[in-house]
């Protein structure tokens, strides 16, 4: 079992950045991949970000240029760096990880908010 706990969600304004955490209780360095998703009012659940063991990345074409995945193995945490941040970002962001034995697991964190607004 894996608990993954998000951080710094927030209000901002358009333009501006944040940066989310999320700190995962085993070694990552174990997690085959470890990413974020986000859910808006009224949309489906969507891919933002992934980080691969071996350090490939993949954005989602409405945040490339804007935000970047990066992963901290010695604080088990990876971070998304969210930049020129607009209304449409606003969303519930989650933390994932998938982790491949015999079968493919993947855990979610709690969500944290984040809204971009004047």
């Known amino acids: 079992q894996v608990q993954l706990v998000e951080s710094g969600g927030g209000l901002v304004q358009p333009g501006g950045s944040l940066r989310l955490s999320c700190s995962a209780s085993?070694?990552?360095?174990?997690?085959?991949?470890m990413g974020w998703h986000r859910q808006a009012p009224g949309k489906q659940r969507e891919m933002v970000a992934t980080h691969v063991r071996g350090g490939e990345t993949d954005l989602a074409d409405s945040v490339k240029g804007r935000f970047t995945i990066s992963r901290d193995n010695a604080k088990n945490t990876i971070y998304l760096q969210m930049d020129s941040l607009n209304p449409e970002d606003t969303a519930v962001y989650y933390c994932t990880a998938t982790i491949i034995t015999t079968k493919v697991s993947r855990y979610w964190g709690q969500g944290t908010q984040v809204t971009v607004s004047s």
């Open positions: 085993v070694s990552i360095s174990s997690i085959y991949a």
